[in-house]
Structures are given as structure tokens and as C-alpha cells.
């Protein structure tokens, strides 16, 4: 069992490790803490598999097939790091879903005291959209949105906020980052 590398069982169980972590890495901010608990056991777990499993295939003089099955997770591993290097898996993601987005949020800001249901918006599920309230006034920015997006395994506070003009406060609970135009993700209270 061992003197062979290992088969498309692996790969499966490998890549859906890879698809998990850029999945975690394609809202507006990271599951940082998740992600390293989540990348180092499975990820390493399973690089250090493969290794053993192609050494001694190598030993034995198995080591014989197609190359591309045991050579493959290294790849997919660098492509992973690469593309957090890059911040890809959040970039293509929003690229796709943002015009689905931007009419989401012109309905938000049209009419403020009419709460969206979830549904997916592009390529993320969101829910409640609402305008966003200036923390210094407490008064709603009329013409703007907020709205929060789900995740399928964990509970998140994250989300987008679309301002016409200006930008959001930042507090102890809440953070932004600036994406483009007039596009911010957000990230509340859950953030470690």
C-alpha cells in the first residue's frame, strides 16, 4: 500500500482542503485564525503523507505512472499560497459578484426601512441590508448601504458597505477596508 504514491482519493481530500482555504479567503477579510488552525494540521498533515508515500515509492522503485498524480499536490499547494499571496480568491470573487452587488445596494439605499431577504447576490449569499449609520451622528448616510454576508461553515460578522461619499469610521468593534470606487469590506465584533 504504502511502496505506491498516492491516488485520486488523496487528490480529492487534498483539494478540498485547498478549495475550503480559498474559500475562507475570498470574503473582505480573511478567517485568519481559522484558516491557520483549519491549513497547518490538514495541510501539513497531508503534505507530510504524500512525502512519506513518495519516498518510499522512490525506495522501492514504484515510483512509475503518470507523473502529473504524484506531483500534483505540491502544485496545488504553491498555487494555494500564491493565490493568498495574492489576495485572488477575494478579488475574482468580488470582480464577479459586483454588479449583482451594486444593484442590491442601490435597492438598500432606495428604500431603507424595507429589509432585503438573504439571497445570493453574485457569488456571495447576503442578508439585511440597511443603510449605514455614521457612529459619530448616529444618523443614516442616505444613499448608502450595508450588508452582511454569510459563510456555509462558520457565523461572520462580514461584510460590504457602499458609500457615496466619504468613508466608514472605524471603531473597537468595527473595521474597513477600502476596495474600489465606492466599495469597503467590513468587519465586525466577531474579528480576532
Known amino acids: 500500500m504504502f511502496s505506491k504514491p498516492p491516488g485520486l482519493p488523496f487528490l480529492v481530500v487534498f483539494s478540498a482542503v485547498a478549495a475550503v482555504i480559498l474559500m475562507w479567503a475570498s470574503y473582505p477579510y480573511w478567517y485568519g485564525i481559522e484558516m491557520f488552525f483549519y491549513a497547518v494540521p490538514f495541510g501539513g498533515w497531508l503534505l507530510a503523507y504524500w512525502a512519506i508515500r513518495v519516498v518510499l515509492a522512490r525506495r522501492t522503485g514504484t515510483l512509475t505512472g503518470s507523473r502529473l498524480r504524484w506531483i500534483l499536490p505540491p502544485f496545488i499547494a504553491?498555487?494555494?499560497?500564491?493565490?493568498?499571496?495574492?489576495?485572488?480568491?477575494?478579488?475574482?470573487?468580488?470582480?464577479?459578484?459586483?454588479?449583482?452587488?451594486?444593484?442590491?445596494?442601490?435597492?438598500?439605499?432606495?428604500?431603507?426601512?424595507?429589509?432585503?431577504?438573504?439571497q445570493w447576490v453574485g457569488l456571495y449569499r447576503v442578508c439585511d441590508g440597511w443603510r449605514y449609520l455614521d457612529p459619530e451622528t448616529g444618523e443614516e448616510v442616505t444613499g448608502s448601504a450595508e450588508f452582511g454576508v454569510e459563510d456555509w461553515f462558520l457565523d461572520t460578522n462580514k461584510g460590504f458597505v457602499w458609500l457615496p461619499s466619504g468613508k466608514p469610521y472605524e471603531t473597537i468593534d468595527d473595521r474597513y477596508r477600502y476596495l474600489k470606487d465606492h466599495w469597503y469590506g467590513s468587519d465586525g465584533w466577531g474579528h480576532w
Open 78 to 118: 504553491g498555487g494555494v499560497v500564491f493565490a493568498l499571496m495574492t489576495d485572488a480568491p477575494f478579488w475574482i470573487r468580488f470582480t464577479i459578484s459586483a454588479p449583482s452587488m451594486e444593484a442590491y445596494a442601490g435597492a438598500v439605499a432606495e428604500s431603507p426601512n424595507h429589509r432585503e431577504p438573504c
